[in-house]
Structure formats: C-alpha cells, structure tokens
C-alpha cells in the first residue's frame, strides 16, 4: 500500500489559530491552540493582594473606637487639649484666651493647623484634591516667602522670650496668629500634590493653585478666619478649638498612612477613596499613639523634673 495515500502535510499550529481568529462568528476567545508566546507588556499588572491592608484595617477599628472612648472621658475640650499638649507649648500669654477658656494651641499653632485647614478646604472647593501638580514658580515664590515669614517671626519671637525683652521687634500673638495661617497655607499646597503623587496610581496632573483670583481667595478666607480668631468671641471658642485641633490630628494622620503607605509597598497603587479610607484607619491610631506617648514623655518630665514652660 502507498504510504503517501496516509500522510498528511504538518500541522501550523499559528496558521491554524489565525485563519479561526479571522473566520470564526464567536466571541474572540484566545484558543487552546494558540502557541504563539504572550507580550508580557500586553498583559495588565495584576493588583497586589489586600489581604495584609484589610488585616490592618480591621485591627485599626477597635483600637481606634478604644482611643476616641479613651479620650472622650473628659470631653471634646479635653482631648483638644491633649493634641496641643504634644504640638505645642501652650504657653498663656501666647495663647488666645476666650473669657476664662484656652485655645488647646498657642496663637502660632491655631494659625498654622487652621490655614492647613483652608488650604484643603479651598482645594476641595475647587474640586483639587487630587491634584498632582504643583503651583507655577511665581506662586512657589510666594508659598516660599510664606515659610520666610513664619521662620523669621518664630525666630524673633524665641530670641526674645530668651533675652527677657524684643530682639528685633515686639512679637505679637496677632504677629503669631498671621504667619502660622501663612505657614499653613503653604504645607497644604506643597502637601496635596506630594501626596497625590506618591498615593494615586493615576493623579491628576493640573496644579493644586492655578490662577490669581484663588490667591485672592486664600486671603479672604485667611483673614476671616484671624478675625475669627481675634475676636476672642466666646461662641466661636469650640469651633476653633475642635478644628485647630482636628487639622494637627489629621496632619499627624497622614503621616502615619505615608508610613504604612511605604511598609506595605503601595505606593501608587490606589484607584479609589475606599482604598485611602483603608490606610487612614491606622494612620489615624497612628497619631493616636504618638500623641499619648508625647503627653506621657511630657507630664512624666514635668512632674519629675519640676520643669515647666515660662509664662505657664
């Protein structure tokens, strides 16, 4: 029998797959036979597993919920206090006193925590929260000389409190109070596109401050709020106190979730607010922790050092 009446011409596995690829009615669907090799490039990441993120999630809550129940025993007033007991001096005369009722921070640290304050509020307001840019060098210039301000006013302030009398210049608290909002408004604009940088997997790539008339804006909303505070109205006490105190927290917040950012290796790697939301949690005990071992470390010094600010 001849054996070429029982042979076949050799199989192309390749030529096979596309003459089905381009023939075929159905969906698309990559054959068995297809022995071509795979782009690597063409194939999308896969995700890095959340399993270790949701564990720290969930040990975050409880210790979280124990900590507000923790520092609410001596009410809201009560764990203001205890944030500004580990950022700031507290120092009387500095301070910003409402009737018989302390600011929780000095003049320059409610300056500085409520201008951080604006400045998110102005870049929500905006709609720039996830800015990725930052501002054009003409306002680099002035965020910069905002930092000047604030050094230069810190600095005249302590050699004056040391020399018992004013080096340069009489320091002020309202001195205080206008170069911490300055200062404030500076960390927000330089904060939000470094983090939005570091956190997004896709962030967006227009400045956080654009135009002119939102630095006309950020003046408005500054002096108003060192109106607010100068005041000294009395209804507007808890109001300041329970943000001022509120934007050190989140500071130190976010902090901590750049921190476990990097132990987790996540960095721009997150798509949604749920995923940030995720990080907060233990940024948040994060500060939590810190501020009750800073309050711990001070009063323990305190009490055993017989040390004790001037002017307190």
Known sequence: MNAKLFSFPPLRPLRLCESYLRNSVLPKRRPYCMLAPVNPQSVPPLHPPQRLRRVITLLSLPLLLGGFWLGGQEGVLGAANHVGYAVCHQITVRSYVFGDMQLPLCARCTGQYLGVFSGFMLAWRWGRLRAGGFPPMRYLLM???FLGAWGFDGFNSYISLLLGHPWLYQPHNILRLITGM??????SFLLIPYFNQVFWAESRPEPVLQRSVEVVQMGV???LVVLAVASRWPPLFYPLAILSSGA???MLSIVGLLLFLLFLREENKNHSWRDFLSLLAPGMVFAALLI??????RGTAEAALGWQLPGR
Do not use: E, K, P, S
């Open 143 to 145: 965020l910069a000389a």
């Open 182 to 187: 300055m200062q404030g408004y500076a960390v």
């Open 221 to 223: 909303l500054g002096g």
């Open 248 to 250: 050190a927290f989140m």
């Open 292 to 297: 009750g071992a800073i309050d711990l470390a």
